[in-house]
């Protein structure tokens, strides 16, 4: 009879983090931080308990539960290890429907289901986004302000995927979001916690009006950011605490620009870091919100002690820019694939470019100093191009520098062109976005022809890309 062979283990060398995300877990040693967690600056773990080898048995779907059976009680949220345990977390939720089950299992455990978030394809193994929207399900609290808003975003998530819209949808979609913004309105800010959940209320509600309706989103920008100003500080950091938070500041420094209002919300940026919407340009997201204060300023003064210190301003402004590059980009390779990494870096160049052309139109009217302002925008409009040819993917998140470069293209034949790339770069999770995009260029570019208008932000037909606002006495108090 054979001797019985002892064998050893094999060691673990995914840690806990990337075990439970189900993602690949690259380090050089079983003692060293992984990438992941290294990029992230989270600490990186194996302590999970050895399972014995061999195949375990899965109930139902293919989603690993772990949850403590208690006599006589029923199963609560806080015994379920998300997002493993979506699934059975999902079955512990009051009141869920079967076909509101299946949106958000979509939305929750399907990685692919967020690509619409991120900048670029590498950040789909970065599920921080996805993992905070399922651990907040864990607070009891949370599900009756979340569950609308999570619902109305799976199911514009899904036309997005298949292309399709149907009127049924858009109005189930439509009645979500209503009922949303009641519950994002309701909720109290009192502590830290609380201001993560609002920031995920708002993203997710505001991600789900621009793809459906098309109204209201600097609305909810300003309320959310507003609200829990007392909560957050004024630094970027600790992104994976609070992944939204940067969603909401991205999209109302957008429509700040645009209607010359003051940021609610000003913040510095530390160290080097690649944002999952701005990518490596994020350092420059704080001279836009510079130039916000100062073109509010501009429209509201006529003192010309006041004038001559914003032109002093916009130079100190000019002078960064046109010198900003940047940094630690042979970071990158490690991170990023090459694609990945053309489209970081084009789209850093051509915000670069938009802030130029901002801070250049709000010295000179359209007339004055044209050839410079022509210039950045056909360097512009070939960095798009160029990334298109080498990458074969779409550009995410340029949609403020591509508008602010096409309303300085001039020839009629270029002007068509122009129109024809909105739909390439003018973000696709927003249809009403792009044809309000066309409808301004067309508009603005006539009345340029015309001598009608000095500015694109002063034009009487703003440059609006999510359309007019909802009445903002929605979020007033009764």
């Not at 249809?431 to 500015?455: C, G, Q, Y």
């Amino acid at each position: 009879m054979e001797a019985s062979v002892t064998r050893n283990p094999k060691p673990r060398t995914a840690c806990d983090r990337c075990y439970e995300l189900k993602e690949r877990c690259e380090r050089a040693t079983t003692s060293a931080h992984c990438a992941r967690c290294e990029r992230l600056g989270l600490v990186c773990l194996t302590v999970r308990p050895v399972r014995p080898a061999g195949r375990r048995t899965h109930r139902g779907k293919d989603f690993v539960s772990n949850i403590k059976k208690t006599p006589g009680k029923r199963r609560n949220l806080e015994q379920c290890q998300l997002p493993t345990g979506i699934d059975a977390c999902l079955d512990a939720l009051p009141d869920l429907q079967p076909d509101e089950k299946e949106l958000l299992l979509f939305l929750l455990s399907q990685s692919e289901s967020l690509d619409q978030f991120i900048v670029c394809s590498s950040f789909q193994a970065d599920r921080d986004q996805q993992y905070s929207l399922a651990t907040l399900l864990q607070l009891p609290a949370a599900w009756p302000l979340l569950k609308d808003a999570y619902l109305a975003c799976a199911i514009t998530l899904k036309q997005l995927q298949s292309g399709s819209v149907t009127d049924m949808d858009t109005s189930t979609c439509v009645g979500y979001i209503s009922k949303a913004m009641s519950a994002l309105r309701s909720l109290s800010v009192l502590r830290s916690q609380d201001a993560v959940l609002c920031h995920t209320l708002g993203s997710i509600l505001a991600f789900s009006i621009y793809s459906a309706i098309g109204v209201g989103v600097p609305d909810i920008c300003r309320y959310c950011l507003g609200t829990t100003n007392p909560f957050v500080g004024t630094t970027m950091s600790d992104a994976h605490k609070d992944p939204w938070q940067g969603f909401l500041v991205v999209l109302e420094t957008m429509d700040c620009l645009v209607y010359r209002r003051k940021p609610t919300r000003t913040i510095q940026i530390p160290g080097f870091a690649v944002d999952r919407r701005l990518g490596l340009c994020l350092p420059l997201l704080p001279y836009y919100q510079d130039l916000c204060v100062i073109s509010n300023s501009l429209l509201n003064t006529n003192d010309a002690s006041i004038l001559a210190r914003l032109e002093k301003q916009l130079d100190s402004i000019h002078a960064v820019v046109e010198s900003w590059q940047p940094s630690h980009s042979d970071q990158l390779v490690e991170q990023f694939d090459s694609a990945d990494i053309v489209n970081l870096l084009v789209q850093a160049k051509v915000y670069r470019l938009g802030a130029l052309l901002v801070g250049h139109r709000l010295r000179f009217p359209f007339g004055c100093e044209d050839v410079q302002a022509e210039i950045w925008s056909k360097e512009a409009m070939m960095e798009f191009e160029l990334a298109k040819r080498v990458t074969k993917r779409s550009l995410r998140f340029v949609t403020l520098p591509f508008i602010v470069a096409a309303v300085e293209v001039r020839d009629k034949s270029l002007r068509f062109t122009t129109l024809q790339r909105v739909d390439e770069y003018v973000d696709h999770y927003a249809p009403f976005m792009r044809k309000a995009t066309k409808i301004f260029l067309s508009r603005v570019w006539h009345e340029r022809d015309l001598n009608l208008t000095s500015r694109w932000f002063d034009s009487v037909h703003k440059p609006c890309p999510v359309m007019d606002f909802i009445d903002a006495t929605c979020f007033s108090s009764s």
